[in-house]
């Protein structure tokens, strides 16, 4: 049985940093994995994803502030993110994909963690 366990997330201030962690379970170690966000009143979208052979993935909008991370032997996936905006507050969730070929589209993806909510404010 496939799980996906998320873990960090809260408040942050602007400018501030927060870490996302994903424990996957019953996949392979060479599943693709990747962030998606959903904002308030908006539509769930892309964020980053990382093959297990370290191609990475980015959306525009945080390119330069966020950083996906993995670990092929524990098959966790971490999401650094830096210098934080009101713009990325959003319900973050993990994503997974039997395929090890990663993708910016959600419809590629087959397993979906619980979601995890990141409030940037002051």
């Known amino acids: 049985q496939v799980s996906l366990v998320e873990s960090g997330g809260g408040l942050a201030q602007p400018g501030g940093s927060l870490r996302l962690s994903c424990e996957v379970r019953g996949l392979p170690f060479s599943a693709g994995l990747a962030w998606f966000r959903q904002p308030p009143s908006k539509e769930r979208e892309f964020v980053a994803a990382?093959?297990?052979?370290?191609?990475?993935y980015y959306a525009e909008s945080v390119k330069g502030r966020f950083a996906i991370a993995r670990d092929n032997a524990k098959i966790t996936v971490h999401l650094q993110m830096n210098s934080l905006e009101p713009a990325d507050t959003a319900v973050y969730y993990c994503?997974?994909?039997?395929?090890?070929?990663?993708?910016?589209?959600?419809?590629?993806?087959?397993?979906w963690g619980q979601g995890t909510q990141v409030t940037v404010s002051s």
């Open positions: 994503a997974a994909r039997y395929s090890g070929v990663v993708s910016r589209q959600s419809a590629d993806y087959n397993y």
């Open positions: 990382m093959s297990w052979n370290n191609i990475k």
